[in-house]
């Protein structure tokens, strides 16, 4: 029963607005400390995971993409030439040079998971 309406005061603002309210106005039970403390717990959760999120207005972040956007580019023209002319198979300086854009593009797609974005409201 405590864990329903744990999780109805979680979704709805408006109970946790009446604790804080409560919890003002002197008469503090220990039902609602303990929604102020989870409360400022998740404050400090969102500030945690905002410190692992990259910002997508960085300069390096712009940096990285244009990179990218070139090993895109050595990409759309190298892997032609390489079924066409070569079978599929690389060989020799190629061959590393493939392996490396491989694991860039598996760090950039981790990296993308972890950059912010722009909502409508203009926050990150």
Not at 44 to 63: E, F
Request: hydrophobic share 50%.
């Amino acid at each position: 029963l405590l864990r329903e309406a744990m999780l109805v005061r979680r979704r709805d603002p408006r109970s946790m607005e009446a604790s804080m309210e409560v919890a003002a106005g002197g008469t503090m039970t220990s039902t609602d400390s303990m929604w102020r403390e989870l409360a400022m717990d998740r404050k400090a959760s969102d500030q945690n995971a905002r410190l692992c999120l990259v910002s997508p207005l960085k300069s390096w972040r712009l940096l990285w993409d244009v990179g990218i956007a070139c090993l895109l580019l050595y990409l759309s023209i190298f892997l032609p030439y390489a079924l066409s002319f070569r079978d599929g198979v690389v060989e020799g300086a190629f061959s590393v040079v493939d392996e490396c854009v491989n694991v860039i593009f598996i760090l950039d797609l981790v990296l993308n998971f972890r950059t912010g974005y722009i909502d409508s409201t203009g926050e990150i």
